[in-house]
């Protein structure tokens, strides 16, 4: 089986139990908004990690049906809120939530999930480890979200966003925004299908490495398509015009370029709208660097170190699944 | 011990509790964030409801502290989350927390405070039964806001509720909305000490009962305040200005009008902005009609219909204070 299939299956079997779980509770004419986010898709990664985790230590494939459901409705309420913050418009090819439906709703959708994730929590095998990890997951989540915020340059104006901006990014500061935001939550995938399967602390310790490594290199990857774009539906320069600072390409072009052209590349990061021009200008001295080639390899060694974590689990069908899914992630970006 | 000081000790003994799981896995510079809401006071009538209920049927008034501080704290969460929804600027006299940190970190703090109530669900005594009063309360508040915010015939411009405004609002469609945003939480507030206490069946539907039936007379109440707005700092007229339909005073005032007059009394709360000459008219329809009077009893009504509740429990002083504290609510109106 494909990666994609594997992807596609996991996908087809995880939205029948969190539909079901969504739609109790809800009134019938809150149904359609909160429907919304998870009925336009995903690729269900982080539900195909934890089936496979489960799978690879051993565990029973169904027994991580109800953990993997609640690790994807976790990072669906992640976007709700996202899109909350950012004024998001579009995802999946989509409007939004908040588009769709308006700020309010979007938020009472969002909170409709959490209650929601509580009741698929308490369903799961070795439920009170499974809430405690979903809980610590979503604080490093929230953390890494405000971490990303307060790396934007511009596009906010309250005083208090004004005020703490963070106006030099360093490497360890990028780590433990991305770690929080994005690596948490695939490190979570990955440890709420060894629950399932009480796998050994050891291969427990070894999934857990390998969504960490791959859940950075899926986010440095991420990073590395919203500059670049090419080879998918995102915006080129996108975190440009979002002014963000927390993006591994525009840090690595920080950090080679001379001071005169880096304070211009961070002046246009700061500019209270970034037009084509100022866009083209950026990408002109981004494409300067060798930052392009930099991040596409940082995003690679960060895959590989995942992969060789599962060095000590035993050959099977789902550990070679692991393997080609991390390929999926590095090889994203080209 | 008057009401007002067990209220302002039940408060002090909660926020303590509060505080330090509010603490927990926060990050230092997001603490005076996620603190602000909680610091900024409160009546703590919800927490002394839950110590008053454990005590009245024969609890250790410390089993009831978590609970209560669970119940103070889905209070603050829903208030964080409102006054996102409602653009709220003040709240008990203060910036509420999106006016002074702005709408992304106050979502972000209202992510947070869900987080930690399950903790202090975890560490409340029949921590599974707690859960689930949780669950089931926050989902009604939500469902309750919902239709509030539907029940508002303007001051949104986002398709999805200009099209899905509700432009007639019963009183059976009244009650269920204040039945979910309001007396659902203050009926959970009793509940969640009379599981504290493992109170008998016969009890616990009393207090049920009398949560219930206080929690409508504290909104009727509320809703009175928020038109006549006297002996509080409430702006007098809030509810018109903010173009709601679902307020008791005036669903009553709307049955008692002619066709004519109803018709613009509607108009005024449909109006794009609702100025003080608008507000006047407004207040003047009102005024000509008894629902001034009709409300005030009809919030006394209910609340003695709550007390009565009671008679079943033995007499003890937390069960005068709940008589006491369903009084301070009626006669708050005056």
């Known amino acids: ?104 709703m979007a938020l009472l959708a969002a909170m409709h999930y959490r209650e929601v994730l509580d009741e698929i929590a308490n369903d799961c095998p070795r439920s009170d480890d499974m809430r405690k990890l979903m809980i610590e997951t979503i604080k490093a989540t929230i953390e890494g979200e405000r971490l990303d915020i307060l790396f934007e340059q511009a596009g906010r104006d309250e005083d208090y966003i004004v005020k703490h901006r963070c106006k030099n990014v360093s490497w360890d500061l990028y780590f433990e925004m991305i770690g929080k935001k994005t690596a948490a939550l695939i490190r979570a995938s990955c440890l709420a299908g060894s629950l399932a399967a009480s796998a050994s602390d050891d291969a427990t310790d070894a999934l857990a490495g390998y969504g960490w490594k791959i859940g950075l290199g899926f986010q440095v990857a991420d990073d590395f398509l919203d500059i670049f774009g090419e080879k998918t539906g995102k915006e080129k320069g996108k975190d440009i015009i979002e002014h963000k600072l927390g993006n591994a390409v525009i840090i690595s072009a920080l950090e080679e370029l001379s001071d005169r052209k880096a304070k211009g590349l961070l002046a246009i990061l700061k500019s209270s709208r970034v037009n084509a021009s100022k866009l083209k200008e950026a990408m002109e001295l981004i494409d300067g660097t060798g930052a392009k080639t930099r991040i596409y390899r940082l995003a690679e060694k960060l895959v590989n170190e995942g992969k060789l974590k599962l060095k000590i689990l035993p050959e099977s069908s789902a550990k070679n699944a692991l393997i080609q899914l991390a390929d999926f992630i590095a090889t994203r970006v080209y």
Not at 20 to 45: C, I, M, N, T, W
Not at 56 to 64: E, I, K, L, N, Q
């Open 1 to 104: 089986m494909s990666i994609i299939d594997t992807l596609s299956r996991a996908g087809r079997e995880v939205d029948a139990v969190i539909l079901r779980y969504l739609e109790r509770g809800a009134s019938r004419d809150f149904l359609p908004v909160v429907l919304h986010q998870v009925e336009a898709g995903g690729k269900r990664v982080r539900s195909a990690l934890s089936m496979l985790c489960c799978e690879a230590t051993g565990g029973d494939r169904a027994a991580a049906l109800r953990p993997a459901a609640m690790i994807e409705l976790i990072h669906n309420y992640s976007l709700v809120a996202d899109d909350i913050v950012d004024c998001g418009e579009i995802r999946r090819g989509l409007p939004t939530v908040r588009a769709k439906y308006s700020d309010a």
